[in-house]
């Protein structure tokens, strides 16, 4: 509760007149927290607390030209990798003493893209980030966000002006098609995501340089679509056929507890008959049923890489490509 009178906020003056400090020191506190004391630090912050005060980011920005704000744009779709990326660049930008406005795009996606982009020029983010799972985001990214120093998640070896940062989509795919070769399995099937996605082409060409370092026949791709039911399906038709390879590396997890399901129904067992590794790591896959062999994707450090990166960006930095390493997760659902 504030202790102002007259129905104004407390300025940083009463700050200071209450903690026994000048101005100055309030404002050091507030920009530069390092070069203060740490028992000063506590008194203005106690001082804050006790009055109630609260930054006038406004007034900060007219006189830094900085506006503390970041943006961040994606598909707004419901798949694990995007929007857990999503939690991790805002709380990473928490951390970092920003805050960030979110735009999630519908399906006229490039008119609201040039509509959430507009609106980041007109509240003056330094800069944006834009989850960018499939080729449309990459090329609206490219043709709105044009002087505003842009990080582009995706798994890309480089954009014209913009900074790369991702999850090493190649590596995770090879991890998991070695462990299955190591284990013995000589005819893997891989069952990707829509080819329209950066992810599923990455670890479509880890699954096949894998299959290939090994000396082993690279079957034509199962294209998928990242849902479940299209994994069981899938499995239904694979059992039905008779024809079952020795492993089957999934593009994410859904699919991968589609297929266990489907093959649970038609009497096929994962691992004896067939070994399956997913990715992603999704909540609960060490509770599939047999648990899940997958790629963990570190999502946390994924997002605070964004924004470590994106502050290079916009202190000037040339466009980079950062590339976080994945972790294979042994479970049961692999012989």
């Not at 509760?1 to 404002?27: E, F």
């Not at 880890?206 to 026949?217: C, E, F, I």
């Not at 024809?243 to 129904?265: K, S, V, W, Y």
């Not at 964004?306 to 659902?333: D, F, Q, Y």
Request: aromatic share 6%.
């Amino acid at each position: 509760m504030s202790r102002s009178t007259g129905g104004r906020p407390p300025g940083m003056m009463a700050v200071a007149r209450l903690a026994g400090v000048s101005h100055q020191t309030v404002s050091r506190v507030l920009n530069h927290p390092d070069a203060v004391r740490p028992e000063t630090r506590a008194r203005v912050q106690a001082a804050m607390d006790e009055l109630g005060y609260s930054r006038n980011l406004a007034a900060r920005a007219l006189v830094t030209r900085q506006t503390g704000l970041i943006g961040v744009v994606w598909t707004g779709a419901g798949y694990f990798g995007p929007s857990s990326t999503v939690a991790g660049i805002e709380v990473a930008a928490r951390s970092a003493g920003y805050s960030t406005l979110v735009g999630a795009l519908g399906a006229d996606t490039a008119t609201e893209m040039a509509d959430v982009v507009r609106s980041f020029r007109d509240r003056g983010v330094e800069g944006i980030i834009v989850v960018a799972p499939h080729d449309q985001m990459a090329g609206l990214a490219r043709d709105h966000a044009l002087g505003i120093p842009t990080v582009l998640v995706a798994d890309v070896d480089g954009e014209p002006g913009m900074h790369a940062v991702s999850v090493d989509q190649r590596e995770g795919a090879r991890l998991a098609v070695q462990l299955l070769v190591d284990r013995g399995c000589r005819s893997i099937l891989h069952v990707s995501g829509p080819l329209d996605w950066f992810d599923a082409r990455a670890r479509i060409d880890g699954w096949r340089s894998t299959l290939v370092a090994n000396s082993l026949d690279v079957p034509q791709v199962v294209v998928g679509d990242w849902e479940a039911d299209r994994g069981y399906a899938l499995a239904e038709r694979l059992a039905d056929s008779r024809e079952l390879p020795d492993g089957i590396f999934c593009g994410n997890d859904a699919l991968a507890l589609g297929m266990l399901a489907g093959f649970r129904d038609r009497g096929v067992a994962v691992p004896q008959q067939v070994s399956l590794v997913g990715f992603d790591d999704v909540d609960g896959a060490a509770f599939f049923a047999p648990p899940l062999t997958t790629i963990r994707q570190p999502f946390t450090e994924l997002g605070g890489a964004c924004v470590e990166v994106l502050m290079r960006a916009i202190g000037g930095a040339e466009p980079s490509v950062t590339k976080l390493p994945p972790e294979l997760v042994l479970r049961r659902s692999t012989r």
